[in-house]
């Protein structure tokens, strides 16, 4: 099917954020736009607000007075679900409760034309569900937007299984005239971004818990080592800590209760505190008048470090050597299992278990085990963890040489895989199961979460950079660590693995 024509008339149930950015992007894609919300006066203020907006681009220069005027005149707020009857799409934006919704649907389809197509912006919903009681199932399917609409580039374009793979591409065409970037996802729990994003909350909490760090230390280094724009902790603040734990337990229930989706017992204390984030002044940080962040927690060193050795190959940490030599370190290079010694310290790139273990395992007394950084040139901070027992001088040196490549040092408990690591390899897993069980295509899964969040790669490129077998051992060491199914690595991945191939392949 082609996209809908320019002139085409498009409604917007819901008045809230999301619906009030839907309906602003539909109005500067040129449609006539309906916009209804049940509380009375909520789509003038919706539309009042809308047009504010375009009103500061205007004032920047973003945008010409006319086209503002143009757009606002293409907006309509409506009372009444009858003024909606000729409407050729509809998206609905409302509470993310499934009664609600399927009487919606229903009492649309009793009021428009049998041609006119039905879409929900439900972030987690089941499509087939939200379908099942209506006559004509095959017309509606899911559009999930992403918040702010009008600014964030992915729409995922989710079938139920009755939705008709014309009206499909009809949408998927006109979020391309509209200038999004579609992707196609199965309607299961989550979807694709919710979903895969749920180990970058769920494993710095769990590290939170287990006292690996505190949230500010855990933050900085998911910004400063791993390349996302905000940390778990500030993050989860903004979004809402009621909203963030409702959808963890809304995928936890779906997927009957597997452990990979366990909502956060501080994050439920949170809650039930009213300690929602920003909103309500009062999160894992506080946002009253003058509140200060907590320091980053950071070791330092006063020693001077000329050389270091080099033995073998450091995988996915070796740019790191290159940092040393670029800031003047001399590197001698010679065969061995893959280690930098400095002093009496050893350095090795973590490969998921603890360093007590690992120590225990090589025979190594003072050893220093690295996190991940997404890109070792450009990282600020790195983490790392130690044995029990190692030398307080061993410890010195290592932390003077990391600091010496210009790196503030960051020492969390001994715990496995770190913390950019552990996430990394979480993400990475998360979206190879995605990939197992056809909830999207490899670039597409890649695409959503570098638009959708905003990660620095996609959590399938991501693997292959580090190298499927580096990853599938620290998902083998991080289940031998907890013995919980939690970790338990993808069947795609160990596949790839025993075939040689990458997960685009």
Same mark, same amino acid.
């Given at each position: 099917?082609? $996209?809908?024509?320019?002139? &085409?008339? !498009?409604? *917007? @149930?819901?008045?809230? #954020?999301?619906?009030? +950015? =839907?309906? %602003? ?122 918040? $702010?609409?009008?600014?964030? &580039?992915? !729409?995922? *374009? @989710?079938?139920?299984? #009755?939705?008709?793979? +014309? =009206?499909? %591409? ?336």
């Amino acid at each position: 099917m082609d $996209p809908l024509k320019c002139n &085409a008339a !498009v409604a *917007v @149930v819901g008045a809230g #954020a999301m619906g009030a +950015g =839907i309906a %602003q992007v539909v109005a500067q894609a040129g449609h006539p736009v309906r916009l209804l919300d049940q509380s009375p006066g909520a789509a003038a203020r919706a539309v009042a607000t809308i047009d504010q907006r375009l009103a500061r681009q205007v004032a920047k220069g973003r945008l010409d007075e006319a086209s503002r005027q143009a757009i606002h005149g293409r907006l309509q707020p409506v009372e009444h679900l009858h003024e909606l009857r000729d409407s050729a799409l509809v998206i609905e934006a409302i509470a993310e409760n499934l009664a609600a919704k399927q009487q919606l649907f229903a009492e649309l389809e009793a009021l428009c034309t049998d041609d006119c197509i039905l879409a929900s912006n439900t972030s987690s919903l089941s499509i087939t569900a939200l379908a099942a009681g209506l006559r004509r199932p095959q017309r509606l399917l899911g559009l999930h937007f992403f918040n $702010p609409a009008p600014l964030m &580039a992915l !729409v995922e *374009v @989710v079938p139920g299984l #009755a939705s008709d793979p +014309g =009206i499909v %591409q009809c949408l998927h065409q006109t979020l391309l005239d509209w200038g999004k970037q579609p992707v196609r996802a199965r309607s299961t729990p989550g979807f694709i971004v919710n979903r895969v994003a749920r180990p970058f909350y769920g494993e710095s909490l769990r590290l939170l818990q287990e006292g690996a760090a505190d949230c500010a230390t855990l933050d900085a280094l998911l910004r400063e080592a791993g390349g996302f724009a905000m940390g778990t902790f500030e993050l989860t603040d903004l979004i809402g800590q009621d909203i963030n734990d409702r959808v963890t337990c809304s995928i936890y229930e779906a997927y009957y209760a597997d452990p990979r989706f366990q909502p956060s017992l501080i994050q439920q204390e949170l809650v039930a505190a009213g300690h929602l984030g920003r909103k309500s002044g009062q999160g894992f940080y506080s946002y009253a008048e003058g509140a200060q962040r907590p320091p980053i927690q950071q070791l330092h060193s006063n020693a001077k470090i000329s050389d270091c050795v080099l033995e073998g190959d450091l995988a996915w940490a070796m740019p790191l050597v290159q940092r040393l030599e670029q800031r003047g370190i001399q590197v001698l290079r010679r065969d061995g299992p893959g280690l930098l010694r400095v002093g009496d310290a050893v350095l090795v790139p973590s490969d998921g278990r603890l360093a007590s273990q690992r120590a225990r395992d090589s025979g190594q007394g003072n050893l220093v085990l690295l996190d991940l950084a997404a890109d070792y040139q450009q990282a600020t901070r790195l983490a790392i963890s130690c044995n029990a027992g190692i030398q307080p001088h061993a410890l010195d040196q290592a932390v003077a040489l990391l600091q010496q490549a210009g790196l503030q040092v960051s020492r969390l408990s001994d715990t496995p895989a770190l913390a950019v690591l552990r996430t990394v390899a979480m993400l990475a897993n998360e979206a190879a199961d995605a990939l197992l069980q056809g909830v999207a295509s490899a670039a597409d899964i890649d695409l959503a979460m570098r638009l959708g969040v905003n990660y620095p790669l996609g959590p399938l490129a991501w693997a292959e950079r580090l190298g499927l077998g580096h990853l599938l051992q620290v998902l083998e060491n991080l289940q031998g660590a907890y013995g919980e199914d939690r970790y338990r690595p993808s069947l795609l991945l160990r596949r790839r693995v025993a075939e040689g191939r990458n997960l685009h392949d």
